[in-house]
């Protein structure tokens, strides 16, 4: 597929100084011969591979356009607003191929912005004090290059106080960096703004984060999607199995039956329970300091940078698995007191077996989210298009809401 890359004005490269030129024309027919480009606000935006919260449809019946108002969320004739938040703004940012040249003045200035770039995100961080000295790598430097930043004051910091303008460099280990930003309390804002060049739908087309230093501690943070139910289908499998099994040999067949159903259907709902909650208190709190911010990214700060990264959208089943054996050691011993000694395995084993199972739902449900367009979704169901919504409005627009993802039951609980 052609791209915004293979199609700028005079076949030249850009620079922050002398970006592409484009004419309305050029971008339409480009957008024509297979490239998928729009203009917002005199900038084009090369949207190919862009995996668009609302669906791929929709960058479709606008491409070669200008949506400046649509991405406002002024379009009188659209039947949704799409107004777009300060984050999805900061995105284009890493987008942008090019100006129109017919145009080109009228181009807003954001040398004053905090400027985000392919791979490199630009903070202030305040060298004064020795904890971010201590923490500070040195894949983390002092930005002395093309924007000027020499260590001086910069501007609208107070007086006296000695603060440097760093780059968080992408394309290394984000482990210490990381704990440099928690340390100088810079890290929520810039872990909950997407890195722009983590949006492509194609993992091809993106080149994942990187945590740590380490290759093997690195692959064991990463999983593919299979390896979900390949791994948890056959242990939830195995946990009916052998419930059945002592059920049989206690021959309690009848009460058995119920008590399959009965604790599937109870793991299954705490499964939601849980979800909402861990997702809500746990993946959502973030403790003060470098160890703090290291803490949350890699339990889930990191989806919320780079929510496009395949080989992260799922839990590693290697950091999964002794939460899944003490909570089945837990039903056992919750069992053990609700009923009576000869029936407590097997409701046990039916009630880690349902909880487990929701869970295998719940993981490959985010994946199709982050992954599945959204008309595609809506043709197995039509509430799957809603929570895909939701959780996209999740990622770009407020993460402080709508936690629940298989399911919208404990927002909607506790949001009345």
Known sequence: MATAATHRCGGAGTTDQTPARFTRAEVAARAANGAMLCV?????????????????????????????????????????RYAHSEGARRMLDGLKVG???????????????????????????????????????SSVGSDDGEDGGD???????????????????????????????????????????????SLKSNGSNTTPLRFFDNDLVEALSRSPWWSVPAVWVPVAAHAVYEGRRNMIQNENTVFGLLALVAAFTLGWRLWIFMEYFTHRCVFHHIYAGA?????????????????????????????????VFLFKNLFAAVASLLVKATDAYFVSCYLFAGCL???????????????????????????????????????YRDHRNSFGISSQYWDNKCST
């Open 151 to 197: 260590g001086n004051t910069s501007e609208g910091v107070k007086e006296g106080t000695k603060h440097t303008q760093f780059s968080v460099d992408m394309t290394k280990p984000l482990w210490k960096q990381v704990g440099v930003l928690g340390a100088r309390g810079e890290y929520e804002s810039w872990v909950y703004t997407p890195t722009p060049d």
């Open 99 to 137: 100006v129109i040249c017919d145009d080109e003045e009228k181009v807003i200035d954001e040398t004053s912005r905090r400027k985000t770039t392919y791979r490199r995100e630009r903070v202030f961080l305040d060298l004064t004090e020795p904890r971010a000295q201590a923490h500070a790598p």
């Open 357 to 395: 199972s929701a869970y295998v739902v719940y993981d490959m449900t985010h994946y199709a989210f982050h992954v599945c367009d959204a008309s595609r979704l809506r043709k197995i169901t039509p509430k799957l298009g809603v929570l895909k919504s939701k959780h996209m409005t999740h990622h």
């Open 40 to 80: 917002v606000n005199h900038v084009v935006i090369d949207l190919t591979g862009f995996a668009h919260p609302g669906g791929q449809t929709i960058l479709a019946k606008h491409n070669g356009t200008d949506v400046t108002t649509l991405f406002g969320g002024k379009q009188a004739d659209e039947k949704r």
């Open 291 to 323: 160890w703090g911010a290291q803490a949350h990214f890699a339990m889930h700060g990191c989806h919320h940078k780079a929510p496009m990264d395949v080989g992260r959208l799922t839990f590693p089943p290697t950091a999964f698995a002794p939460l």
